[in-house]
């Protein structure tokens, strides 16, 4: 039974893949600006701007998230995602980032692509929150 769940759950996220990647060239019409109330375009949209300091972020992050994303957040082959081209970054606002950062992606992760374990707060589990938004903050510094 357990066989069977775990085949479905992979059939759905394998068409959630594929649905998100879509097959349209075109770039879809944006939405005007007036159609939707300002404080509803607010809620929308994921907080961009960085509530961390991404001077100190950039040392906790070559300490703890270097070794796997590289100290620039360039990515290392086989262990961790580029960084500074993620549309996974771009769209999540900090408290999503600081979320993802806090839980990890353990292997057996659909979503995990790498094949390797992201632990809990990158492995050092002595990581407050302020100090993950500052990390959070230079991830947002060196994304383009």
């Known amino acids: 039974m357990k066989k069977y769940l775990l085949i479905v759950v992979l059939l759905l996220m394998a068409l959630f893949v594929l649905v998100a990647c879509g097959g349209d060239d075109e770039e879809p019409t944006p939405t005007p600006a007036a159609a939707a109330p ?3 375009q607010a809620a929308a949209a ?18 703890t998230c270097g070794a796997c994303h590289g100290p620039n957040g360039e990515g290392v082959q086989g262990l961790g995602k580029d960084m500074r081209n ?6 999540k606002s900090d ?9 990890g992606r353990p292997i ?7 094949g390797v374990d992201m632990p809990p707060k990158g492995g050092n589990p002595a990581l407050t929150d302020e100090q993950l ?9 060196i994304h383009q």
Do not use: C, H, W
Request: charged residues 20%; negative net charge; hydrophobic residues 40%.
């Open 108 to 114: 057996g992760d659909p979503l995990n692509t790498t």
């Open 46 to 63: 994921p907080q961009m701007v960085a509530q961390g300091n991404a001077e100190e972020g950039k040392t906790l992050f070559a300490s």
């Open 38 to 40: 300002a404080n509803e």
């Open 86 to 91: 993620s549309e996974f970054i771009a769209s």
């Open 95 to 103: 408290e999503e980032l600081l979320a993802f950062v806090k839980q």
């Open 133 to 141: 938004y500052d990390i959070v903050a230079f991830m947002r510094s």
